[in-house]
């Protein structure tokens, strides 16, 4: 599996937008990028994820570099309940086949939203 | 609304007391999984199962049991608790069918062993 390096932790502004890197370089091919975040004690909850083109959804925004060496996790407009740990996954697809496909939950980034 | 139920949220026991804690999802999810976390060790998986009647070990089996005999059900059981299964466990489904590694989680079980 990928291994993922994110910073240990990040401060933003409320209302501002919040911009968490990750560096994944030894991502395979075949290899999506997971986002998910867990707000303290609470289940980790998805987000986001991609192969190649950008992403975005109702939560947020995934850009992954051309070489899908890094990608940079977007929430537009922070607000204090998106304090939380992020974590960036590399996994491949889930096929209809007989294996686990555990996601492993690194250290993450613990983003503060302060008021 | 599509969830994973946990039950209890929270439990304190005592040594070799025999518990159980209930996992049931409403999205007819085939994969289902536990979880526990602890301080500097993060997530770790304990038993997962592709299917009813299929479960394998995960990271961290020892002292656990699970049992899938309903699609929407996957019990966590410990026999004989120990002081070193205190910790927030977290059950987990997954549609298999969709390719995507989506994992829908629990609000937690914060269980303490005495």
């Known amino acids: 599996d990928a291994k993922t390096t994110q910073p240990t932790s990040m401060d933003c502004a409320e209302g501002r937008a919040a911009n968490l890197p990750c560096n994944h370089s030894?991502?395979?091919?075949?290899?999506?990028v997971y986002w998910y975040r867990q707000i303290h004690s609470q289940g980790p909850q998805y987000i986001i994820h991609g192969l190649k083109n950008n992403e975005t959804n109702e939560m947020a925004s995934l850009i992954i570099t051309e070489d899908r060496k890094s990608s940079t996790l977007i929430l537009p407009h922070a607000t204090l309940r998106d304090t939380a740990v992020y974590y960036c996954i590399v996994r491949p697809p889930v096929n209809s086949g007989g294996s686990n496909y555990k996601l492993t939950f690194g250290k993450g980034t613990l983003l503060t939203v302060n008021p | 609304e599509a969830q994973v139920t946990q039950n209890p949220r929270y439990l304190i026991t005592v040594t070799g007391k025999k518990l159980t804690v209930t996992c049931s999802q409403n999205m007819n999810h085939e994969y289902m999984s536990w979880y526990r976390q602890d301080p500097g060790l993060g997530l770790r998986q304990i038993y997962y199962s592709m299917n009813v009647e299929v479960t394998d070990k995960g990271d961290v089996p020892e002292g656990y049991k699970v049992s899938r005999k309903e699609k929407r059900n996957f019990p966590l059981i410990l026999e004989s608790p120990s002081p070193n299964q205190t910790s927030l466990y977290f059950c987990a489904s997954r549609d298999r069918a969709s390719g995507a590694n989506v994992l829908t989680f629990g609000a937690g079980s914060r269980l303490t062993v005495l």
């Open positions: 030894t991502i395979s091919g075949n290899e999506y």
